[in-house]
């Protein structure tokens, strides 16, 4: 436990975990879409559209938070040449102020389509779905359901 925390030496956002494995996305409703030396990817538990995965770190320091944007580039990259998809946001969200409700690093891929958004706009992640522009567009997260 003590190695793990002296590797954290800069951590982000609230640490009330001392691993990925302490957090909610290690439950066994969160299926692993691949496994890295200090990361991994989980398909979204609430996804946005198809497809939405969440690339984590293992411990929340540098190195780590890095790696996972790494490898969430290089997926979105293989996806488009494989033209599996047509592009990709990545973001991610720290504090609650942020948007951030679960209090871990952690990096949303989510594919994006030519014309997914029902129309020709571009842009904002919450278009990757029909239906984007409203708050509704989370409407299966628990937090959002009225």
């Not at 320091?61 to 494989?82: H, W, Y």
């Not at 952690?106 to 708050?135: N, Q």
Request: proline share 4%; net charge positive; charged share 25%.
């Amino acid at each position: 436990m003590d190695q793990i925390k002296q590797k954290q030496k800069m951590t982000y956002g609230i640490n009330n975990y001392i691993s990925y494995k302490d957090t909610p996305f290690m439950n066994d409703k969160n299926l692993i879409y691949k496994e890295y030396t200090n990361s991994l990817a989980i398909y979204d538990k609430y996804p946005v559209c198809t497809g939405h995965l969440l690339f984590i770190p293992k411990l929340n320091n540098t190195e780590d938070i890095r790696e996972a944007f790494e490898n969430a580039l290089k997926e979105g990259e293989v996806q488009v040449q494989k033209k599996i998809i047509d592009g990709y946001h990545l973001g991610m969200n720290l504090h609650t102020a942020g948007g951030q409700t679960i209090l871990w690093p952690h990096i949303h891929f989510i594919p994006r389509f030519h014309k997914d958004s029902g129309t020709d706009e571009i842009g904002s992640v919450r278009l990757a779905r029909v239906g984007g522009h409203s708050a509704t567009s989370y409407k299966n997260h628990p937090q959002y359901r009225q």
